[in-house]
């Protein structure tokens, strides 16, 4: 395997174990600086998560643009540094305000993923770029396995153990980048900066106006959304519905991540054959409208998990619609679409969280007009025939690229 996909894997699933071994402790290390009950808690998980989206929805283009500027791995390298310093800050944070700015911190330079696709792009010939957008998707669906299994150990040890955790893997990864790494972006592909099409606004606007574009990127806006549900309050679902411990809710984490990376790094080449990019786009959320029904009103926590690997085969939309767009864009602005899909699934963590939270607790409340810890995933049910509706509405036109 050539160093730099394998170092774009190892980036990218090092990225998903940072975050997936925070997600079993968020809930009692919210409680345990802040105070109040687990209703609480998922509104202050919402507001850290969503601020950590909002600082990415408006840097993602930026960073996206500075990598065809200045080459990806300055951006990747500084990226690592910075994320490796903030875990560090945020293990040590003693109030929900400095929890807070870590988000701040951290969202403005997670760039490491818009990177890493940016970077597989340059690698990937156009045919083969879906497949190989797939094999990240399978890197960050390992990490996502691995990061809530070692969270779920850790979190025995106390709830900073998995932010000391993922400062050394961000730190070790930066170690690794730093020998392996090789520049992709040559002089002759350098495009110039420009501010106007280097934030969230002008690149969508610019993008926009490519053939199909547009619709693509309510699409991929919408599955995110509707796929924000699971990291927004699967803690706290759990926690409610099943009476699930930490070390349980890491555990069922790694089941839906590792069927993931089944799904984005094998089962997509197969669907890619057999159903070709749009068949494969509209199975998808085939797939992930039954589960989101199924999951709205399951009652057992063992039928949950069984439901996993039909929710995870909703992971072939992503790679698949970035494919189709990646092809309509040229070789020199790869970074600037995948900061425009940074910004697209980073609006949606802005959205998502408070939204996917605050109906978490208006439905488990003590007033609550209904029981229903499950009304999050049918709110993700309705955005997910929404964005289907869309996709097969768009104009079948040919790459422009």
Known sequence: MNPTVLFIMITVMIDAMGIGLMVPVMPDLIREVNGGGLSEAAIWGGILTTTFAF????????????????????????????????????????????????????????ATQSTAYALMADLSAPEHRTRNFGLIGAAFGMGFVLGPLIGGVLAEYGTRAPFWAAAALAGGNLLLGSIVLKETVTPEMARPFDWRRANPFGVVKHLGKLPGVRQLLLVYFLYHVAFAVYPSVWSYF?????GWTPAMIGFSLALFGLIMALVQGGLIRAALAWLGERGTVVAGHLFAALAYLSLGFVTSGTLALILTPLAALAGV??????????????ANAQ????????????LAMILSPLVMTATFARFTAEDAPLYLPGAPFVLALALTLLGLVFFLLRPRRQPVA
Do not use: H, K
């Open 55 to 110: 600082m990415q929805f408006l840097c993602g283009p930026t960073v996206g643009s500075l990598s065809d500027r200045c080459g990806r791995r300055p951006v990747l390298l500084i990226s690592l540094a910075v994320m490796a310093a903030d875990y560090v800050v945020m293990a040590l944070a003693g109030s929900i305000w400095l929890l807070l700015a870590g988000r701040i911190v951290g969202g403005i330079t997670a």
């Open 317 to 330: 939309i992503p790679p698949a619609l970035n494919g189709i767009m990646s092809a309509r864009i040229a």
């Open 238 to 242: 759990g926690q409610e519905r099943f």
């Open 335 to 346: 970074g600037e679409l995948q900061g425009a899909l940074t910004s697209a699934a980073s």
